[in-house]
Protein backbone atom coordinates (compact mmCIF):
# COMPACT_ATOMS: atom_id res chain seq x y z
CA UNK A 1 0.00 0.00 0.00
CA UNK A 2 1.30 3.20 -0.77
CA UNK A 3 1.47 6.19 1.26
CA UNK A 4 -1.13 8.30 2.38
CA UNK A 5 -0.63 11.08 4.91
CA UNK A 6 -2.93 13.72 6.81
CA UNK A 7 -2.85 17.55 6.91
CA UNK A 8 -2.24 17.29 10.60
CA UNK A 9 0.73 14.64 10.27
CA UNK A 10 2.26 17.58 7.36
CA UNK A 11 1.55 20.15 10.04
CA UNK A 12 3.18 18.47 12.84
CA UNK A 13 6.34 17.64 10.93
CA UNK A 14 6.40 20.99 9.75
CA UNK A 15 6.08 22.43 13.32
CA UNK A 16 8.99 20.50 14.63
CA UNK A 17 10.63 21.30 12.05
CA UNK A 18 11.37 17.84 9.84
CA UNK A 19 9.14 18.12 7.01
CA UNK A 20 10.55 18.22 3.62
CA UNK A 21 9.57 20.92 1.59
CA UNK A 22 10.21 21.59 -2.34
CA UNK A 23 9.22 24.12 -4.86
CA UNK A 24 7.38 22.60 -7.86
CA UNK A 25 10.68 23.42 -10.13
CA UNK A 26 12.61 21.03 -7.81
CA UNK A 27 10.12 18.25 -7.22
CA UNK A 28 9.86 18.43 -11.34
CA UNK A 29 13.71 17.89 -11.25
CA UNK A 30 13.45 15.32 -8.70
CA UNK A 31 10.71 13.16 -10.55
CA UNK A 32 12.96 12.58 -13.54
CA UNK A 33 14.40 9.49 -11.38
CA UNK A 34 12.64 9.17 -8.59
CA UNK A 35 8.98 7.44 -8.86
CA UNK A 36 5.88 9.02 -6.89
CA UNK A 37 5.82 6.44 -4.63
CA UNK A 38 8.78 7.37 -3.74
CA UNK A 39 8.06 11.45 -3.64
CA UNK A 40 5.33 10.46 -1.87
CA UNK A 41 7.33 9.02 1.04
CA UNK A 42 10.34 11.86 0.60
CA UNK A 43 8.54 14.75 -0.04
CA UNK A 44 5.65 16.54 2.25
CA UNK A 45 4.77 20.04 0.76
CA UNK A 46 5.06 21.49 -2.83
CA UNK A 47 5.24 25.55 -3.29
CA UNK A 48 3.64 26.47 -6.17
CA UNK A 49 4.12 30.31 -7.35
CA UNK A 50 2.87 33.01 -10.26
CA UNK A 51 4.09 36.88 -10.03
CA UNK A 52 1.74 37.95 -12.91
CA UNK A 53 -0.48 40.53 -13.94
CA UNK A 54 -3.88 40.21 -12.63
CA UNK A 55 -6.40 42.63 -13.73
CA UNK A 56 -9.27 41.26 -11.20
CA UNK A 57 -7.95 43.09 -7.95
CA UNK A 58 -8.31 45.68 -5.94
CA UNK A 59 -8.96 46.76 -2.01
CA UNK A 60 -11.60 46.98 0.28
CA UNK A 61 -11.16 50.47 2.49
CA UNK A 62 -12.72 51.36 5.63
CA UNK A 63 -11.91 55.38 5.56
CA UNK A 64 -13.04 55.65 9.06
CA UNK A 65 -15.59 58.82 10.05
CA UNK A 66 -14.98 62.66 10.14
CA UNK A 67 -16.84 64.75 12.38
CA UNK A 68 -19.67 65.72 11.29
CA UNK A 69 -20.00 62.07 9.27
CA UNK A 70 -20.57 61.78 5.85
CA UNK A 71 -22.63 59.05 3.44
CA UNK A 72 -19.70 59.01 0.69
CA UNK A 73 -21.80 58.89 -2.79
CA UNK A 74 -19.31 59.90 -4.74
CA UNK A 75 -15.48 58.93 -3.59
CA UNK A 76 -12.34 59.63 -5.22
CA UNK A 77 -8.58 58.58 -4.09
CA UNK A 78 -5.92 60.86 -5.77
CA UNK A 79 -8.68 61.28 -8.39
CA UNK A 80 -9.25 57.98 -9.34
CA UNK A 81 -13.03 56.90 -8.42
CA UNK A 82 -13.94 54.32 -6.08
CA UNK A 83 -16.98 52.18 -5.73
CA UNK A 84 -19.07 54.56 -3.38
CA UNK A 85 -22.22 51.95 -2.79
CA UNK A 86 -20.98 49.67 0.31
CA UNK A 87 -21.75 51.89 3.17
CA UNK A 88 -21.00 55.24 4.40
CA UNK A 89 -17.08 55.23 4.71
CA UNK A 90 -16.37 51.85 2.98
CA UNK A 91 -15.48 51.35 -0.31
CA UNK A 92 -13.55 49.07 -2.85
CA UNK A 93 -10.98 50.42 -5.26
CA UNK A 94 -10.56 48.71 -8.11
CA UNK A 95 -6.77 47.70 -9.61
CA UNK A 96 -8.38 48.92 -13.25
CA UNK A 97 -10.10 52.11 -12.24
CA UNK A 98 -8.72 55.10 -13.55
CA UNK A 99 -9.73 59.04 -14.04
CA UNK A 100 -9.93 59.07 -18.10
CA UNK A 101 -7.68 62.39 -18.10
CA UNK A 102 -5.29 60.55 -16.38
CA UNK A 103 -5.16 56.94 -17.86
CA UNK A 104 -1.84 55.97 -16.62
CA UNK A 105 -2.21 56.74 -12.88
CA UNK A 106 -5.38 53.88 -11.37
CA UNK A 107 -6.49 51.94 -8.77
CA UNK A 108 -3.30 49.63 -8.89
CA UNK A 109 -1.24 52.75 -7.89
CA UNK A 110 -3.61 54.44 -5.61
CA UNK A 111 -3.08 50.55 -3.82
CA UNK A 112 0.69 50.75 -4.44
CA UNK A 113 0.99 54.40 -3.12
CA UNK A 114 -0.55 53.14 -0.24
CA UNK A 115 1.58 50.19 0.55
CA UNK A 116 4.56 52.68 -0.11
CA UNK A 117 3.01 54.57 3.22
CA UNK A 118 2.84 58.07 0.72
CA UNK A 119 -0.43 60.37 1.49
CA UNK A 120 -3.34 59.65 -0.85
CA UNK A 121 -5.69 62.96 -1.18
CA UNK A 122 -9.31 61.61 -0.60
CA UNK A 123 -12.36 63.52 -2.14
CA UNK A 124 -15.77 62.41 -1.11
CA UNK A 125 -19.18 63.96 -1.95
CA UNK A 126 -22.32 63.29 -0.02
CA UNK A 127 -26.05 64.65 -0.54
CA UNK A 128 -26.17 65.32 3.40
CA UNK A 129 -28.81 63.19 5.66
CA UNK A 130 -29.82 63.85 9.15
CA UNK A 131 -27.21 61.71 10.40
CA UNK A 132 -24.81 62.22 8.23
CA UNK A 133 -25.05 65.80 7.50
CA UNK A 134 -21.54 66.38 5.85
CA UNK A 135 -22.01 67.31 1.81
CA UNK A 136 -18.09 67.35 0.75
CA UNK A 137 -14.67 66.44 2.47
CA UNK A 138 -11.35 66.71 1.02
CA UNK A 139 -8.30 65.44 2.91
CA UNK A 140 -5.48 63.23 2.68
CA UNK A 141 -5.08 59.82 4.16
CA UNK A 142 -2.43 57.12 4.59
CA UNK A 143 -1.84 53.18 5.65
CA UNK A 144 -1.87 54.32 8.90
CA UNK A 145 -4.75 56.73 9.17
CA UNK A 146 -7.34 54.10 7.86
CA UNK A 147 -9.39 51.25 9.61
CA UNK A 148 -9.01 47.87 7.11
CA UNK A 149 -7.42 47.66 4.14
CA UNK A 150 -7.86 44.73 2.84
CA UNK A 151 -6.94 42.68 -1.12
CA UNK A 152 -10.10 41.18 -2.62
CA UNK A 153 -9.14 39.88 -5.14
CA UNK A 154 -12.34 38.12 -7.30
CA UNK A 155 -9.99 36.65 -10.48
CA UNK A 156 -6.59 35.58 -9.65
CA UNK A 157 -3.75 33.15 -10.44
CA UNK A 158 -4.92 31.88 -13.55
CA UNK A 159 -5.11 27.89 -14.55
CA UNK A 160 -2.12 27.86 -17.37
CA UNK A 161 -3.25 30.93 -20.22
CA UNK A 162 -3.03 31.35 -23.90
CA UNK A 163 0.48 32.19 -26.09
CA UNK A 164 -0.29 35.74 -27.96
CA UNK A 165 0.52 36.42 -31.25
CA UNK A 166 -0.79 39.00 -34.10
CA UNK A 167 -1.01 38.15 -37.63
CA UNK A 168 -2.48 41.23 -38.81
CA UNK A 169 -0.18 43.70 -40.20
CA UNK A 170 -0.16 46.24 -37.28
CA UNK A 171 1.44 46.22 -34.11
CA UNK A 172 -1.17 45.77 -31.04
CA UNK A 173 -1.28 46.89 -27.65
CA UNK A 174 -2.83 43.95 -25.42
CA UNK A 175 -2.66 43.15 -21.66
CA UNK A 176 -0.36 40.48 -23.14
CA UNK A 177 2.35 43.15 -23.90
CA UNK A 178 3.28 44.36 -27.20
CA UNK A 179 2.71 41.93 -30.27
CA UNK A 180 4.48 42.95 -33.09
CA UNK A 181 2.80 42.29 -36.68
CA UNK A 182 3.49 38.98 -38.97
CA UNK A 183 4.11 37.05 -36.08
CA UNK A 184 6.99 38.65 -34.79
CA UNK A 185 6.61 37.88 -31.27
CA UNK A 186 4.53 35.64 -28.95
CA UNK A 187 4.37 36.05 -25.10
CA UNK A 188 3.00 33.63 -22.48
CA UNK A 189 2.13 34.54 -18.94
CA UNK A 190 2.29 31.32 -16.82
CA UNK A 191 5.17 30.08 -14.56
CA UNK A 192 4.46 26.75 -16.05
CA UNK A 193 5.57 23.77 -13.84
CA UNK A 194 5.50 26.29 -10.82
CA UNK A 195 2.32 27.81 -11.50
CA UNK A 196 -0.04 26.87 -8.74
CA UNK A 197 -3.10 25.68 -9.99
CA UNK A 198 -1.59 23.50 -12.83
CA UNK A 199 0.39 21.16 -9.85
CA UNK A 200 -2.78 20.47 -8.64
CA UNK A 201 -5.13 20.67 -11.86
CA UNK A 202 -8.20 18.65 -10.42
CA UNK A 203 -8.29 20.49 -7.25
CA UNK A 204 -8.01 18.35 -4.87
CA UNK A 205 -5.86 20.02 -2.15
CA UNK A 206 -6.55 24.17 -3.01
CA UNK A 207 -10.37 25.13 -2.11
CA UNK A 208 -12.52 27.29 0.07
CA UNK A 209 -10.16 28.24 3.14
CA UNK A 210 -6.68 27.37 1.42
CA UNK A 211 -4.34 29.69 3.43
CA UNK A 212 -1.52 31.16 0.93
CA UNK A 213 0.66 33.44 0.51
CA UNK A 214 -0.49 36.77 -0.97
CA UNK A 215 1.66 39.62 -1.95
CA UNK A 216 4.49 39.18 1.04
CA UNK A 217 1.87 38.01 3.76
CA UNK A 218 -0.25 35.43 4.27
CA UNK A 219 -4.02 35.53 2.60
CA UNK A 220 -6.45 33.17 1.53
CA UNK A 221 -8.92 31.11 -0.94
CA UNK A 222 -12.24 33.05 -0.03
CA UNK A 223 -13.77 31.23 -3.58
CA UNK A 224 -13.68 29.73 -6.90
CA UNK A 225 -12.57 33.09 -9.09
CA UNK A 226 -14.96 34.10 -11.61
CA UNK A 227 -14.50 32.86 -14.76
CA UNK A 228 -13.76 29.72 -13.29
CA UNK A 229 -13.85 26.90 -16.10
CA UNK A 230 -13.05 23.34 -15.60
CA UNK A 231 -14.20 21.90 -18.64
CA UNK A 232 -11.74 23.38 -20.98
CA UNK A 233 -9.83 20.75 -23.32
CA UNK A 234 -6.81 18.86 -21.07
CA UNK A 235 -3.86 17.23 -22.42
CA UNK A 236 -3.43 13.41 -21.50
CA UNK A 237 -2.37 14.06 -18.04
CA UNK A 238 -5.54 16.27 -17.41
CA UNK A 239 -3.94 19.13 -17.49
CA UNK A 240 -6.01 22.36 -19.13
CA UNK A 241 -4.27 23.59 -22.23
CA UNK A 242 -5.87 27.08 -22.38
CA UNK A 243 -6.91 29.30 -19.47
CA UNK A 244 -9.41 27.70 -17.42
CA UNK A 245 -9.68 27.92 -13.35
CA UNK A 246 -9.24 30.86 -11.46
CA UNK A 247 -9.39 31.46 -7.87
CA UNK A 248 -11.15 34.36 -5.42
CA UNK A 249 -8.04 35.39 -2.65
CA UNK A 250 -8.09 37.84 -0.01
CA UNK A 251 -5.80 39.26 2.95
CA UNK A 252 -4.83 41.80 4.69
CA UNK A 253 -3.27 44.27 2.44
CA UNK A 254 -1.61 46.56 5.14
CA UNK A 255 0.61 43.36 5.97
CA UNK A 256 1.57 43.01 2.40
CA UNK A 257 4.88 44.30 0.86
CA UNK A 258 5.39 46.43 -2.72
CA UNK A 259 7.99 43.95 -3.57
CA UNK A 260 4.68 41.56 -4.69
CA UNK A 261 2.40 43.78 -5.31
CA UNK A 262 2.69 46.32 -7.91
CA UNK A 263 1.27 48.82 -10.09
CA UNK A 264 1.39 48.68 -13.93
CA UNK A 265 -0.06 50.50 -17.05
CA UNK A 266 -0.17 48.80 -20.44
CA UNK A 267 0.11 51.26 -23.62
CA UNK A 268 -3.40 51.67 -25.21
CA UNK A 269 -4.49 49.03 -22.54
CA UNK A 270 -5.03 50.74 -18.99
CA UNK A 271 -3.97 49.83 -15.64
CA UNK A 272 -3.27 46.63 -14.04
CA UNK A 273 -1.31 44.84 -11.05
CA UNK A 274 1.43 42.61 -10.88
CA UNK A 275 -0.16 39.84 -7.86
CA UNK A 276 2.26 37.89 -5.88
CA UNK A 277 1.09 34.70 -5.34
CA UNK A 278 2.51 31.10 -3.38
CA UNK A 279 0.21 28.28 -3.01
CA UNK A 280 1.49 25.57 -1.24
CA UNK A 281 0.54 22.06 -2.11
CA UNK A 282 0.83 18.90 0.61
CA UNK A 283 1.85 15.56 -1.37
CA UNK A 284 -0.89 13.15 0.47
CA UNK A 285 -0.38 10.66 -1.92
CA UNK A 286 0.48 9.25 -5.43
CA UNK A 287 -1.82 10.95 -6.98
CA UNK A 288 -0.81 14.22 -5.78
CA UNK A 289 2.88 13.10 -6.23
CA UNK A 290 2.23 12.52 -9.89
CA UNK A 291 0.58 15.54 -9.96
CA UNK A 292 3.53 17.65 -8.95
CA UNK A 293 5.90 15.92 -10.82
CA UNK A 294 4.54 17.55 -13.76
CA UNK A 295 7.45 19.31 -15.61
CA UNK A 296 7.18 22.05 -18.56
CA UNK A 297 7.19 19.73 -21.72
CA UNK A 298 4.25 17.95 -20.32
CA UNK A 299 2.47 20.79 -20.14
CA UNK A 300 0.95 22.67 -22.91
CA UNK A 301 -0.61 26.44 -24.41
CA UNK A 302 -2.32 27.38 -26.64
CA UNK A 303 -1.74 29.78 -28.82
CA UNK A 304 -4.10 32.59 -29.71
CA UNK A 305 -4.08 35.32 -32.55
CA UNK A 306 -5.26 38.18 -30.91
CA UNK A 307 -5.03 40.65 -33.69
CA UNK A 308 -8.16 39.01 -35.26
CA UNK A 309 -11.64 39.08 -34.33
CA UNK A 310 -12.57 35.89 -32.09
CA UNK A 311 -8.60 35.11 -30.97
CA UNK A 312 -8.51 32.48 -33.52
CA UNK A 313 -6.12 29.34 -32.27
CA UNK A 314 -3.45 28.59 -34.37
CA UNK A 315 -1.59 25.86 -32.29
CA UNK A 316 -0.51 24.28 -29.45
CA UNK A 317 2.91 24.53 -27.77
CA UNK A 318 4.83 23.49 -24.24
CA UNK A 319 6.41 25.45 -21.71
CA UNK A 320 9.69 24.01 -22.67
CA UNK A 321 9.31 25.56 -26.14
CA UNK A 322 8.18 28.57 -24.73
CA UNK A 323 11.13 28.96 -22.44
CA UNK A 324 13.60 27.59 -25.12
CA UNK A 325 13.20 31.45 -26.65
CA UNK A 326 11.28 30.37 -29.85
CA UNK A 327 8.23 28.19 -30.87
CA UNK A 328 7.06 27.43 -34.43
CA UNK A 329 3.97 28.28 -35.78
CA UNK A 330 3.13 26.98 -39.44
CA UNK A 331 6.67 26.32 -40.00
CA UNK A 332 7.03 29.85 -38.99
CA UNK A 333 9.54 30.17 -35.89
CA UNK A 334 8.80 33.16 -33.82
CA UNK A 335 10.41 34.77 -31.03
CA UNK A 336 8.95 34.22 -27.64
CA UNK A 337 8.86 36.72 -24.45
CA UNK A 338 7.40 35.84 -21.18
CA UNK A 339 5.09 38.72 -19.22
CA UNK A 340 5.23 37.55 -15.86
CA UNK A 341 8.01 37.36 -13.98
CA UNK A 342 9.76 34.14 -13.26
CA UNK A 343 12.66 35.16 -11.40
CA UNK A 344 9.91 36.81 -8.64
CA UNK A 345 7.66 34.06 -8.98
CA UNK A 346 10.79 31.53 -8.14
CA UNK A 347 11.69 33.98 -4.67
CA UNK A 348 7.91 33.64 -4.08
CA UNK A 349 8.30 30.13 -3.98
CA UNK A 350 11.55 29.62 -1.92
CA UNK A 351 10.40 32.33 0.49
CA UNK A 352 6.69 30.26 1.34
CA UNK A 353 9.41 26.79 1.90
CA UNK A 354 11.11 28.99 4.12
CA UNK A 355 8.31 29.89 6.16
CA UNK A 356 6.79 26.40 6.24
CA UNK A 357 10.36 25.10 6.75
CA UNK A 358 10.60 27.03 10.03
CA UNK A 359 7.00 26.16 11.32
CA UNK A 360 5.60 29.80 10.48
CA UNK A 361 3.29 28.85 8.09
CA UNK A 362 0.93 25.76 8.50
CA UNK A 363 -1.07 24.28 5.62
CA UNK A 364 -4.77 24.30 5.34
CA UNK A 365 -7.42 21.51 4.42
CA UNK A 366 -10.12 23.57 2.27
CA UNK A 367 -13.19 24.14 4.50
CA UNK A 368 -15.01 23.35 1.27
CA UNK A 369 -13.96 21.64 -2.33
CA UNK A 370 -14.21 23.52 -5.71
CA UNK A 371 -17.31 23.18 -8.01
CA UNK A 372 -17.28 20.18 -10.96
CA UNK A 373 -17.99 20.91 -14.52
CA UNK A 374 -18.06 24.32 -14.62
CA UNK A 375 -18.38 26.33 -18.02
CA UNK A 376 -18.87 29.78 -19.01
CA UNK A 377 -22.06 31.46 -20.44
CA UNK A 378 -20.85 34.39 -23.03
CA UNK A 379 -22.73 37.36 -23.00
CA UNK A 380 -25.35 37.58 -25.49
CA UNK A 381 -27.31 40.42 -27.22
CA UNK A 382 -30.89 40.65 -26.80
CA UNK A 383 -32.78 44.11 -27.13
CA UNK A 384 -33.29 46.19 -23.80
CA UNK A 385 -36.63 46.57 -22.28
CA UNK A 386 -36.54 50.02 -21.38
CA UNK A 387 -34.71 51.43 -24.92
CA UNK B 1 40.00 55.95 -34.10
CA UNK B 2 36.37 56.99 -32.72
CA UNK B 3 32.83 55.49 -32.95
CA UNK B 4 29.93 57.54 -33.36
CA UNK B 5 26.38 56.69 -34.22
CA UNK B 6 24.16 59.22 -36.49
CA UNK B 7 20.80 59.15 -38.01
CA UNK B 8 20.65 59.94 -41.48
CA UNK B 9 17.17 61.32 -42.94
CA UNK B 10 17.03 60.62 -47.02
CA UNK B 11 15.19 63.46 -49.03
CA UNK B 12 13.45 61.35 -51.97
CA UNK B 13 15.70 62.52 -54.68
CA UNK B 14 18.89 61.14 -52.36
CA UNK B 15 17.88 58.03 -52.36
CA UNK B 16 19.10 56.03 -54.70
CA UNK B 17 22.99 57.44 -54.08
CA UNK B 18 25.78 55.05 -52.76
CA UNK B 19 26.64 57.06 -50.00
CA UNK B 20 27.79 53.77 -47.66
CA UNK B 21 30.35 52.73 -50.43
CA UNK B 22 31.63 56.03 -50.61
CA UNK B 23 32.06 56.17 -47.20
CA UNK B 24 34.13 53.21 -46.70
CA UNK B 25 36.03 53.51 -49.84
CA UNK B 26 37.04 57.39 -49.97
CA UNK B 27 36.79 57.93 -46.09
CA UNK B 28 38.06 54.62 -44.70
CA UNK B 29 35.30 54.73 -42.52
CA UNK B 30 33.68 51.04 -40.94
CA UNK B 31 29.74 51.09 -41.14
CA UNK B 32 27.44 49.19 -38.88
CA UNK B 33 23.88 49.63 -40.04
CA UNK B 34 21.83 49.93 -36.80
CA UNK B 35 18.93 50.54 -38.24
CA UNK B 36 17.45 51.29 -41.75
CA UNK B 37 14.09 52.43 -42.96
CA UNK B 38 13.50 53.34 -46.58
CA UNK B 39 10.54 54.07 -48.22
CA UNK B 40 11.06 53.86 -51.97
CA UNK B 41 10.68 57.50 -53.82
CA UNK B 42 9.80 58.57 -50.64
CA UNK B 43 11.99 59.30 -47.52
CA UNK B 44 14.22 56.77 -45.61
CA UNK B 45 16.42 56.69 -42.56
CA UNK B 46 18.98 55.03 -41.70
CA UNK B 47 21.10 54.98 -38.17
CA UNK B 48 24.67 54.59 -38.65
CA UNK B 49 27.29 53.32 -36.50
CA UNK B 50 30.62 54.92 -38.15
CA UNK B 51 34.24 54.23 -37.06
CA UNK B 52 37.22 55.76 -37.76
CA UNK B 53 39.55 57.97 -37.77
CA UNK B 54 38.05 61.44 -36.26
CA UNK B 55 39.09 64.00 -39.59
CA UNK B 56 37.76 60.88 -41.57
CA UNK B 57 34.58 60.96 -39.83
CA UNK B 58 33.96 65.05 -39.66
CA UNK B 59 34.62 64.77 -43.42
CA UNK B 60 32.48 61.70 -44.43
CA UNK B 61 29.62 63.80 -42.83
CA UNK B 62 30.70 67.04 -44.68
CA UNK B 63 30.10 64.64 -47.84
CA UNK B 64 26.79 63.11 -46.59
CA UNK B 65 25.41 66.75 -45.87
CA UNK B 66 26.85 67.94 -49.05
CA UNK B 67 24.37 66.13 -50.56
CA UNK B 68 20.54 67.29 -48.73
CA UNK B 69 20.98 64.67 -46.34
CA UNK B 70 20.01 65.52 -42.97
CA UNK B 71 22.87 63.84 -40.93
CA UNK B 72 22.28 63.91 -36.61
CA UNK B 73 24.83 62.94 -34.70
CA UNK B 74 22.57 60.26 -32.62
CA UNK B 75 23.25 61.47 -28.33
CA UNK B 76 20.38 59.97 -27.30
CA UNK B 77 20.48 56.82 -25.26
CA UNK B 78 18.14 54.35 -23.64
CA UNK B 79 18.14 54.80 -19.74
CA UNK B 80 16.88 51.89 -17.75
CA UNK B 81 15.46 52.11 -14.36
CA UNK B 82 17.23 48.93 -13.29
CA UNK B 83 16.88 48.71 -9.20
CA UNK B 84 12.82 48.97 -10.14
CA UNK B 85 12.39 46.10 -12.59
CA UNK B 86 10.03 42.66 -11.98
CA UNK B 87 11.49 41.14 -14.65
CA UNK B 88 8.44 40.45 -16.39
CA UNK B 89 9.48 40.08 -19.58
CA UNK B 90 7.71 42.45 -21.66
CA UNK B 91 9.87 44.91 -22.79
CA UNK B 92 12.28 41.48 -24.45
CA UNK B 93 9.09 40.99 -26.58
CA UNK B 94 10.11 43.91 -28.78
CA UNK B 95 13.58 44.34 -28.85
CA UNK B 96 14.85 42.77 -31.88
CA UNK B 97 18.04 44.17 -31.70
CA UNK B 98 18.96 42.19 -28.80
CA UNK B 99 19.63 44.93 -26.26
CA UNK B 100 16.91 43.34 -23.71
CA UNK B 101 17.35 39.42 -23.10
CA UNK B 102 15.68 37.44 -20.29
CA UNK B 103 18.80 35.74 -19.07
CA UNK B 104 17.83 31.85 -19.31
CA UNK B 105 19.25 30.95 -15.84
CA UNK B 106 17.42 33.21 -13.41
CA UNK B 107 15.34 34.47 -15.49
CA UNK B 108 16.12 38.49 -15.18
CA UNK B 109 16.63 41.08 -17.47
CA UNK B 110 19.62 41.97 -19.22
CA UNK B 111 20.32 45.05 -21.07
CA UNK B 112 23.28 45.29 -23.27
CA UNK B 113 23.35 48.69 -24.04
CA UNK B 114 26.09 48.67 -27.06
CA UNK B 115 23.35 46.72 -28.48
CA UNK B 116 20.77 49.23 -28.38
CA UNK B 117 19.85 50.75 -31.58
CA UNK B 118 17.60 52.98 -29.63
CA UNK B 119 14.00 52.13 -32.01
CA UNK B 120 12.26 52.95 -28.64
CA UNK B 121 9.57 50.36 -28.58
CA UNK B 122 10.64 49.19 -24.74
CA UNK B 123 9.06 52.37 -23.78
CA UNK B 124 5.67 51.65 -23.93
CA UNK B 125 6.53 48.29 -23.92
CA UNK B 126 7.66 48.30 -20.03
CA UNK B 127 4.10 48.10 -18.04
CA UNK B 128 6.20 49.91 -14.79
CA UNK B 129 7.57 52.76 -17.42
CA UNK B 130 11.50 51.93 -16.25
CA UNK B 131 12.46 53.16 -20.01
CA UNK B 132 13.41 56.68 -20.78
CA UNK B 133 15.18 58.87 -23.46
CA UNK B 134 18.29 60.28 -22.31
CA UNK B 135 19.80 62.86 -23.96
CA UNK B 136 23.27 63.16 -22.73
S1 LIG C 1 15.38 51.15 -27.70
FE1 LIG C 1 14.74 49.52 -26.34
S2 LIG C 1 13.76 48.03 -27.69
FE2 LIG C 1 14.92 49.39 -29.01
S3 LIG C 1 16.89 48.40 -29.23
FE3 LIG C 1 17.12 49.78 -27.51
S4 LIG C 1 16.66 48.53 -25.72
FE4 LIG C 1 15.89 47.41 -27.52
S1 LIG D 1 9.23 45.43 -19.10
FE1 LIG D 1 10.02 46.80 -17.52
S2 LIG D 1 9.72 45.70 -15.58
FE2 LIG D 1 9.45 44.22 -17.21
S3 LIG D 1 11.47 43.29 -17.49
FE3 LIG D 1 11.38 44.99 -18.92
S4 LIG D 1 12.21 46.72 -17.78
FE4 LIG D 1 11.75 45.14 -16.28
New interface residues.
Given amino acids: MSKIKTYEEINQKLKAGKAVVLTAEEVSKMAQEASPEEIVEKVDVVTTAT???MCSSGAIINFGHSTPPIRMEKIRLNGVPCYEGLAAVDSYIGATACDPDNP?YGGAHVIQDLLEGKDIVLEAWGKGTDCYPRKHIKTKININTINELILFNPRNAYQNYNVAVNTTKKMI?TYM????PNL??A?YSTSGELSPLLNDPEFKTIGIGTRIFLGGTQGFVVWPGTQFHTTRPKNELGVPVTNAATIAVMGNLKEMSPEYI?A????KYGV?M?VGIGIPIPVLNVEMAKRVSVNNSQIQSSVLDYGTVGTPKLGEVSYEEL?S?SIKIGGKKI?T????????A?KIANELKEWLETGNFEISKPVQMFPQNTSLKSLKETEADHD | MIKKRYILNFPPESGDKAFTYHLVKDYDIRINILKAEVFPGKRGSLLLELQGKKENIEKGVEYIVSHKIKCEPLDKRIYFQEEKCIDCGNCTAVCFAGALTMNKTNWKLNFDKNKCVVCELCIPACPLKLFKIDFN
Fill in positions: FGATHGTLLRNTQAYYESFRGRAPVASLSKR
